[in-house]
């Protein structure tokens, strides 16, 4: 029989939780020694799979970072597996190497929100010297950390085309400020304003030096439209370099004239340099895919620490992904800046839970079988998991939609989805530009302008795939080495704003979603052609 000191192999998220994460396989009958004693394991227990440490009367709460996710529906033993329904269903159709319980021994809970757990508060204090990064002044339009060339088409029907206009130019060599050409293609064409407002935050981006855009005749939706909705919201574009082509020529007329603009484009940006510039003027957006139980344990946290010092030196950070945070509202409400804020965040919660109805889903369906096989039990377990991107000290000050632009600084919460390519396309849209991305399975994800530092949430993954990501978190086993690996991972996220390349920008990854939404109606629930919510 194997036998184990806890620390050894496994990790406790809270200190009153009563379920520990093991950090490896383990046998089944392993005995796990404890400060007070030592239990043995019912059933072997996977990577990231969770079992009990003290005891769990029937109909009582499971607890992780000491809020709960599940509810026992008999007793549960210390040793004992936590197993609920979903799992035992999702892990019929994999290779397991351990039998599982005949029966589950709890059910998924989702403790309901409530405007009571909001308490207002500071935000964390700042810091009294400034840091400075070297980066392109883009003055209203803020501070960027790239200085790309990017072809945006106005609707998909012309994304083809503006990927082989970019492809055009692969070498920028000789224009040594630049940091090259990118497509910005995507797959939507509805002119609403929820996409309207998304084209034009990519428009105005501060890491773009130039902007070509590219307008297809058969479209209802063309650049005018975009041009007409950034006047009437008072888009910065004082300064902005930017392009017009219409896709609808012959090729071999439609083709030398968007070369031709981009290189006069290219012309313009290499002009600019980069000047010493204060940490305030940064925008960070807090990100995460393909998550296993450690995501909330070592890769989240050690985000958190960074957003944190960026909100110390006056910066702008940015969560999202709103369905994976329900069943953590009290985490993040345990310190906002006044109710109009915290009810702000719960309605865009409930409404989303609402929307998803009307489609005949629930959040509750948002963990993929990969998150379970990972150690992600249910929705609520992965939101509050996910919700540790944002640091216990750190204030929520402003709530916004989706691509809305961020006026002011501080933290903001910013509606979206779960998936992570259609989150990031709306931060993207509201101004970050730099994204944090913590991964437990080692999703690639990088948008073709703003450059995404990559975070493994295990040494294991990492060593697997070195060249891919960026920080390796699994280095993080307690709050020691978590703070450490937090701050040294700030001052790499500064390195990158004055201009270190990713992993992501040297393997020439890109991708970009935007959001796709369809309204329905409340009296029919068939779906209508405006894509804003009810």
């Excluded at 339009?141 to 790239?146: E, F, L, T, W």
């Excluded at 895919?289 to 957003?307: C, E, H, Y």
């Excluded at 945070?325 to 345990?334: D, K, R």
Aim: charged share 20%.
């Amino acid at each position: 029989m194997n036998a184990y000191n806890f620390l050894d192999v496994a990790t406790l998220p809270g200190l009153n939780d009563n379920l520990a994460i093991a950090r490896q396989n383990l046998e089944p009958g392993t005995e796990i020694k404890l400060a007070n004693g030592s239990i043995k394991l019912s059933h072997g227990v996977m990577e990231g799979h969770r079992f009990a440490v003290t005891e769990i009367a029937k109909g009582h709460e499971l607890l992780s970072w000491g809020l709960p996710f599940g509810k026992a529906i008999s007793d549960i033993k210390p040793g004992d597996y936590a197993l609920n329904e979903s799992m035992k269903r999702e892990l019929a159709s994999w290779s397991v190497p351990y039998a599982l319980p005949e029966q589950p021994n709890f059910k998924d809970y989702r403790r309901p929100a409530s405007i009571e757990d909001a308490k207002f508060g500071d935000q964390v204090q700042k810091y009294m010297q400034d840091r400075q990064f070297m980066g392109f002044s883009r003055g209203e339009r803020g501070v960027g950390i790239r200085n790309y060339v990017a072809v945006l088409p106005i609707t998909s029907a012309s994304s083809g085309f503006a990927d082989y206009v970019a492809s055009m130019f692969n070498d920028t060599s000789e224009y040594r400020n630049v940091d090259g050409v990118v497509s910005a293609a995507h797959t939507e064409s509805s002119g609403n304003e929820f996409l309207l407002r998304t084209l034009a935050g990519f428009t105005v981006h501060p890491n773009l030096g130039g902007i070509l855009l590219v307008n297809h005749p058969g479209s209802e939706l063309k650049y005018s439209n975009v041009e007409d909705f950034m006047r009437e919201h008072e888009y910065p574009t004082d300064g902005l370099e930017y392009r017009v082509v219409t896709r609808g020529l012959a090729l071999n007329q439609a083709v030398p004239e968007a070369q031709r603009r981009v290189v006069e484009l290219l012309q313009v940006a290499n002009k600019t340099e980069r000047t010493s510039q204060s940490v305030s003027n940064l925008k960070f957006a807090l990100q995460c895919g393909g998550s296993d139980a450690f995501s909330g344990v070592t890769g989240n946290p050690l985000l958190g620490i960074i957003a944190r010092e960026l909100i110390r030196y006056g910066s702008t950070v940015n969560l999202t992904e709103t369905d994976e945070l329900m069943g953590a509202e009290s985490y993040i409400l345990a310190n906002v800046k006044d109710l109009a804020t915290a009810q702000k965040f719960l309605y865009m919660l409930q409404r989303f839970d609402n929307w998803a109805a009307l489609h005949g889903h629930s959040a509750e369906g948002n963990p993929s079988g990969g998150n379970k096989f990972r150690g992600l039990y249910d929705i609520a377990v992965k939101s509050i998991g996910a919700a540790m991107k944002k640091h216990q000290d750190l204030r929520l000050d402003c709530v916004i939609e989706y691509a809305e632009r961020m006026l002011e600084r501080g933290f903001y919460f910013m509606d979206g989805p779960g998936n992570d390519l259609e989150g990031i396309a709306g931060q993207v849209a509201s101004g970050v530009t730099m994204i944090g991305f913590t991964t437990g399975n080692g999703s690639i994800s990088n948008f073709p302008f703003v450059p995404t530092v990559k975070i493994m949430t295990t040494s294991r993954k990492y060593n697997e795939m070195p060249n891919e990501m960026d920080i390796n978190a699994g280095r993080c086993i307690d709050q020691v080495s978590l703070e450490r690996e937090g701050l040294a991972g700030f001052n790499q996220l500064l390195r990158v704003a004055s201009g270190e390349k990713t992993s992501g920008e040297n393997a020439g990854h890109s991708k970009l979603q935007i959001w796709r939404q369809s309204k329905h109606s409340l009296a029919t629930g068939k779906p209508t052609t405006d894509a804003t919510f009810v």
